[in-house]
């Protein structure tokens, strides 16, 4: 079903401003495929908690150790509050950037923490603070244990003073005490705060579809970090809108780093479910995370860490260290609404992202604009893509 964008499109937009909510995708008018859930968010899957922490001052010529900053943490709690770990994989279609703690999944099968995304240079300390958390919340009971942290970035040092390493403990500890379910803020947020992508300002962005798998009906939502390709190659709905607008609003870098080859970047892409999928069949969904980047101008460039995890929250008593247990598998056969449905929710949560950022200036006067809504819905008009 194709939107009719001008009165209802200008409803919803004036709609937004008065309760001071960000336009999504769908809101300006670009059409998807698929069924979203009540939220359109990582959050349609029961349990799934998100948090963040967005750290912004101030301006001007990038002094390291002072800023400017534009950078922050996101956390994603499979199971909120409830250490119970959950069937995942995960799977890289470019590997330069890092995700931690992913050995211990491919080994183990299971995603025992929460999830946290942040800037490159970060890594390190999110990490130590999730252990702290652990001991600060006592999440873990037992008086002897261990764990592996998953921890994943994106670089945001075109406009963020990424080597004055802003971000600190407690930035991870106030993403991941206010994760919560429900609506989950896009755009510049969290980890996403300082992040450009496929020619225009990027950063946090996230959907959901609904399946119906013979008498069932399952869930599958995404959360992606957006901060990667090149805007030639920047496609919605079919639309070569990058190839469109190249002379329009590009990215303005007037001081270091200078270094940057087109299309560098990265995305980390999270995908949660509440279909009973086995470690395995959770690689699988992983995989297709690369489709939907395809379909709007990703390629997997050289300079990219494009990775990407998935998780089921089914099966609750999976997680066992002595005892037995009786498992629900999907069958393989029963798996391609699966595979569809990751795709789209991939595709909308990155332009979700680009339609909720707003342009922002960093170190050096560097700027990343914001996508222009009304240039974007102009042509998809052109195109036919709307009315």
Same mark, same amino acid.
């Given at each position: &079903? ?12 004036? +709609?937004?401003?008065?309760? +001071? ?77 890092? &995700? ?71 930035? +991870? ?8 379910? =429900? ?12 992040? &450009? ?5 990027? =950063? ?5 579809? !609904? ?7 399952? /869930? ?28 329009? !609003? ?26 009973? !999928? ?15 980047? =395809? ?9 990219? =860490? ?6 089921? /929250?089914?099966?609750? /008593? ?35 992202? &680009? ?33």
């Amino acid at each position: &079903m194709r939107t009719r964008f001008p009165i209802l499109s200008l409803l919803l937009l004036i +709609a937004f401003s008065a309760l +001071a909510q960000k336009p999504r995708a769908r809101d300006i008018g670009i059409p998807f495929s698929g069924i979203p859930g009540k939220w359109n968010a990582i959050t349609d899957v029961k349990g799934v908690e998100v948090g963040y922490s967005t750290i912004i001052s101030g301006q001007g010529k990038n002094v390291r150790g002072k800023g400017p900053v534009r950078t922050g943490v996101t956390a994603i709690l499979p199971r909120g509050r409830k250490n119970n770990p959950v069937f995942a994989n995960w799977y890289s279609l470019n590997g330069n950037g890092e &995700m931690t703690g992913t050995t211990w999944i491919t080994e183990s099968g299971f995603l025992e923490t929460p999830i946290l995304i942040t800037n490159t240079n970060s890594v390190g300390v999110v990490r130590d603070a999730v252990l702290k958390w652990f001991v600060k919340t006592g999440w873990y009971k037992e008086d002897y244990w261990y764990t592996y942290p998953v921890v994943a970035e994106t670089y945001d040092g075109v406009l963020n003073d990424i080597y004055g390493f802003h971000v600190k403990e407690n930035h +991870a500890f106030e993403a991941l005490d206010n994760a919560k379910s =429900g609506r989950v803020q896009e755009g510049n947020v969290g980890g996403g705060t300082g992040m &450009m992508c496929l020619g225009f300002k990027g =950063g946090t962005g996230t959907a959901s579809r !609904l399946i119906k798998i013979k008498d069932s009906t399952y /869930t599958v939502g995404v959360l992606v970090q957006s901060n990667f390709g090149a805007k030639r190659q920047l496609t919605i709905a079919g639309v070569p809108v990058g190839e469109e607008l190249k002379d329009t !609003l590009n990215y303005e870098i007037k001081g270091p780093p200078a270094y940057r080859e087109e299309g560098d970047g990265s995305i980390i892409v999270v995908v949660a479910t509440d279909a009973p !999928l086995l470690p395995h069949q959770l690689k699988r969904i992983a995989t297709r995370v690369s489709l939907g980047i =395809g379909i709007v101008g990703g390629r997997g460039n050289n300079g990219s =860490g494009d990775i990407f995890i998935a998780f089921s /929250t089914a099966n609750p /008593t999976a997680f066992q260290r002595e005892k037995l247990t009786k498992l629900d598998q999907l069958p393989n056969d029963q798996m391609n609404p699966l595979f569809d449905a990751t795709v789209q929710a991939v595709e909308e949560s990155i332009l979700n992202a &680009m339609v909720a950022a707003e342009t922002m200036e960093g170190i050096n006067g560097n700027k990343a604009y914001a996508l222009p809504h009304k240039k974007v819905i102009d042509l998809l008009r052109k195109y036919r893509r709307i009315r």
